[in-house]
């Protein structure tokens, strides 16, 4: 099992190569199962940042022929995650604690998350309170999410 605070040193070395943003998506899904099953892809991770696209396909839709809702809280759940795990130093841990949505328009075509989330400092337990924005092709907010995420620092 790799250390998922070395996800970031992962996407560094997989973004060189063609393909790599792909390839290091398809391996969040592997390690996070059920977000694997959502056309999603990381476009770009930092430290204290990231931004991943949920693809508009039918097997994120409901039958408002809009993307579901629970696949726009997984695209929050993880673009918050990835932006937080990138902050953390090795030997570190952390675990969702909370998660909350706002929808304010039905969401169609591709969907762009973006976080921003400030590094915890210290050692033991922290609670960050992190938040994604989901935009749709055109730049228009269609969601937001909310996520607080415990972590424990060495």
């Not at 060189?16 to 290091?24: A, N, S």
């Not at 033991?124 to 424990?152: K, T």
């Amino acid at each position: 099992m790799i250390d998922p605070t070395q996800l970031l040193s992962i996407y560094r070395a997989l973004n060189r190569l063609p393909g790599g943003k792909r390839l290091f998506s398809k391996a969040v899904g592997i390690a996070a199962p059920y977000t694997g099953t959502l056309p999603f892809v990381v476009r770009d991770l930092e430290r204290g940042r990231a931004v991943v696209q949920l693809h508009d396909r039918r097997i994120a839709r409901n039958h408002l022929n809009s993307l579901h809702a629970i696949a726009l809280m997984n695209l929050g759940e993880v673009c918050t995650g990835l932006a937080t795990y990138s902050t953390l130093p090795p030997g570190s841990r952390g675990i969702i604690t909370d998660l909350g949505m706002s929808y304010s328009k039905k969401a169609r075509g591709p969907i762009i998350a973006t976080c921003e989330v400030q590094a915890p400092t210290g050692t033991g337990r922290h609670d960050l309170q992190v938040e994604a924005v989901l935009r749709n092709a055109d730049g228009v907010e269609v969601a937001r999410a909310r996520a607080v995420w415990r972590v424990d620092l060495p």
